[in-house]
């Protein structure tokens, strides 16, 4: 046993260097890209109103797009710098996620597999976010297009998957906040498609009839597909609500 001056070190070394509860972790995760957002579309609507709401068929419109938002400065800025910031923790939450749900289904490979293709979709969701962040339209407008679609496609597919291991693990586990965790996924997942497919339907009917105000029923329905996702996400504080976020020392490197 060490004794001394040296002995209270290593006590030290064995403390973690942080220590957070999981849920001010997700929350902190979410409100990055919640406060950018929102910061964006206010600055686009007091400082760039003509231009952000501007339609190339000329009618008029009161909110701009997202692609509009976060493509002029300093919104493009801000924009970059929280989901930059948010990035790192999703691929972390993404490989939490991964790891529960293989303690879960260890001995059952459909779920298994799901799981696996969940945590994909999880990655390919957060790169095409990165993507379409960076490149944006008004830059190189094909990047920016197709790291719009991989966000879609990859976020739908991630909460359906998820909604489905989650209906598997309601169906054999008795914890309550597990089914509040499912009910409120599915309902975010329900709410997320019915507004992709209004917001798919009002930007057709813009561009092929230009009705005054139908782009920015486009943009609305747009704010509530990101809203909604945010809140998927946010189920993690039920999911994860008991757990920590820990830096450490590896045992290999302490002093013995």
């Keep these: 046993m060490l004794q001394g001056p040296y002995g209270s070190l290593d006590r030290d070394r064995d403390r973690p260097l942080i220590r957070l509860p999981f849920t001010s972790f997700a929350v902190g995760t979410v409100l990055l890209p919640l406060t950018g957002f929102i910061a964006c579309i206010f600055i686009s609507l007091v400082y760039h109103f003509e231009d952000a709401t501007y339609t190339h068929c000329h009618v008029s419109n009161y909110l701009p797009s997202i692609s509009a938002a976060i493509s002029r400065v300093p919104e493009r800025y801000i924009w970059r710098c929280c ?62 297009k197709h790291g719009f679609i991989v966000f879609i496609v990859s976020s739908l597919l991630h909460m359906l998957i998820t909604c489905r291991l989650w209906q598997v693990i309601r169906r054999h586990y008795e914890n309550p906040e597990e089914k509040t965790s499912f009910r409120w996924k599915l309902r975010l997942f329900l709410f997320n498609v019915s507004c992709c497919l209004a917001a798919a339907y009002f930007f057709r009917r813009h561009n092929k009839y230009c009705e005054t105000g139908v782009y920015t029923l486009f943009a609305l329905s747009e704010y509530l597909v990101v809203f909604s996702n945010m809140a998927f996400h946010m189920t993690a504080f039920w999911d994860f609500g008991c757990k920590e976020v820990i830096v450490a020392t590896p045992p290999e490197d302490k002093r013995f």
Excluded: D, M
Aim: glycine letters at 6%; hydrophobic letters at 45%; proline letters at 3%.
């Design 83 to 144: 989901v930059g910031l948010h990035s790192a923790p999703r691929y972390l939450v993404s490989a939490a996620y991964f790891s529960f749900y293989r303690g879960r289904f260890a001995k059952r490979l459909p779920e298994l597999l799901l799981s696996g293709l969940a945590l994909l979709c999880s990655l390919a969701e957060n790169t095409g976010l990165l993507l379409l962040t960076y490149v944006s339209s008004t830059e190189t407008y094909s990047v920016h």
